[in-house]
């Protein structure tokens, strides 16, 4: 039981580090277009959840197969609303 | 209760919590774990749409979002998240506690997590207070940014209130449901042996976690440039 709460205080650490980290770099002169570059912090963050307090990878097999469809399925979602903004050429109004 | 009591009852003698339909209790502790993943899968869908429409509202309309985005209240947010990664902690070492045995510790903890909850939503209502105080609700009214970026603005706005306020009812069930784990604990409904509940209760409020450390840097940080 120690090992696992020593685990659980090692997570809770390292998510607060990453946090403070974060909310540091937001302060950096980062360019409007390259700022949802800060979300990538919350990525690592969500991934020391996943596989600290919500124990994936000692999960059920088929429960591990949900959690995988969820990220695909969200990749699909992701990918494809931004499809069209990303490739539409814009051109300006002549006259 | 008919002709299958009797099977029951020796199966009860057993294992008390297990159902006829399980073929043991690690199989029915494995169903409702699967059955926590699958129903988040789908909030992950259902929040996943919102972000969506977060990429697709700041691609067209950058500077607009961002001059809303600047108008958050970056000190309670930032508190908020502080909040609910350390209540995710602290429900993590109830379920290590009742693991071991001890229903004592895990009623601490999941009254400690039921307070950092309700401290999180009492500060997203004192935000939301200071946001439309300020001008900052997106409704045909007064709204505080005036010029070329009203437009964006208003589409960051609407974003945030729909966002915070899922959040924010996820997180009221949240804390009932804790709540309820904390009550059952109480009446020794818990033993070392059997605490799927406790287990399945706090996959979801980790996933409650999950949602509001997307949603923090999505809300007060990236366009804070």
Not at chain 1, 53 to 69: D, Q, W
Not at chain 2, 13 to 35: L, M
Not at chain 2, 61 to 71: I, K, L, S, V
Not at chain 2, 173 to 184: K, N, S, T
Request: proline residues 4%; aromatic residues 14%; hydrophobic residues 55%.
């Amino acid at each position: 039981m120690r090992r696992r709460h020593r685990f659980n205080l090692l997570i809770w650490l390292a998510l607060l580090i990453v946090a403070v980290l974060e909310f540091g770099f937001s302060f950096a002169p980062i360019p409007a277009g390259a700022r949802p570059i800060l979300m990538l912090p919350a990525v690592l963050m969500v991934a020391l959840v996943a596989l600290g307090y919500m124990r994936l990878l000692t999960a059920p097999e088929i429960a591990r197969g949900f959690a995988i469809a969820g990220i695909f399925w969200l990749t699909i979602l992701l990918g494809l609303a931004m499809t069209d903004p990303l490739t539409r050429s814009v051109y300006a109004v002549i006259g | 209760m008919n002709s299958l009591s009797p099977a029951r009852s020796m199966s009860e003698e057993v294992a008390p919590h297990t159902h006829f339909q399980y073929a043991d209790a690690g199989h029915q502790a494995n169903t409702a774990v699967a059955g926590m993943w699958l129903f988040l899968a789908s909030e992950v869908l259902f929040f996943g749409g919102l972000i969506a429409a977060w990429m697709f509202c700041r691609h067209w309309q950058p500077a607009g979002f961002d001059a809303g985005a600047r108008e958050t209240v970056l000190w309670i947010g930032s508190l908020n998240l502080v909040l609910l990664i350390t209540s995710s902690f602290v429900y993590s070492s109830g379920l290590a506690f009742i693991k071991a045995g001890n229903a004592g510790r895990l009623i601490q903890c999941c009254v400690l997590t039921m307070i950092i909850g309700t401290l999180f939503l009492l500060l997203k209502f004192y935000e939301w207070h200071i946001d439309i105080s300020e001008g900052l609700f997106p409704s045909s009214g007064f709204f505080k940014i005036t010029g070329a970026d009203a437009g964006g603005a208003r589409m960051f706005w609407s974003f945030y209130f729909v966002a915070t306020a899922l959040h924010a009812l996820h997180m009221i069930v949240g804390v009932g449901l804790v709540g309820w784990i904390a009550i059952q604990a109480r009446r020794g409904a818990y033993v070392a042996g059997w605490f799927t509940p406790v287990e399945v209760v706090g996959l979801y409020w980790s996933f409650v976690d999950i949602v509001w450390i997307v949603l923090y840097p999505a809300i007060y940080l990236v366009g804070r440039g």
